[in-house]
Nanobody, 114 residues
C-alpha cells in the first residue's frame, strides 16, 4: 500500500533552515509528482510546493518563493523540502502528498520562534 512518511521537522530560530524529507513506498515513485502542504494553527491546509514528472518543473506558493526548494531523489524514493530564511509565519505541520491523489503522510511539525 502507498505510504508517505515525513521527517526533519523541529524548532528553529527565524532566519534558520530546515530540510524536510518524505520517504515514499508502495508505488513507483519516479512516475508521480509530489507536493508539500502545510497547516498553521487555526488555518486551512495550503499548498507550499510541487514537483511534476511530466513537465520537469517545480511550483511554489508566493509566500515561500525564493526561500523554499522542492526536490526528489528517485533512487531513494524520497522527496525533500529545503526551507531557508524561515519566518515565524512558516510555523505549522508540514505534509507530503502524492500529486493528484489523496495519499498523505502523517505530517511533521515545524516551529519557527526565537
Amino acid at each position: 500500500q502507498v505510504q508517505l512518511v515525513e521527517s526533519g521537522g523541529g524548532l528553529v530560530h527565524p532566519g534558520g533552515s530546515l530540510r524536510l524529507s518524505c520517504a515514499a513506498s508502495g508505488f513507483v515513485f519516479s512516475r508521480y509528482g509530489m507536493s508539500w502542504y502545510r497547516q498553521a494553527p487555526g488555518k486551512e491546509r495550503e499548498l507550499v510546493a510541487s514537483t511534476h514528472v511530466d513537465r520537469g518543473s517545480e511550483n511554489y506558493a508566493d509566500a515561500v518563493k525564493g526561500r523554499f526548494t522542492i526536490s526528489r531523489d528517485n533512487a531513494r524514493n524520497t522527496a525533500y523540502l529545503q526551507m531557508d530564511k524561515l519566518k515565524p509565519e512558516d510555523t505549522g505541520v508540514y505534509y507530503c502528498k502524492r500529486w493528484l491523489s489523496d495519499y498523505w503522510g502523517p505530517g511533521t511539525q515545524v516551529t519557527v520562534s526565537s
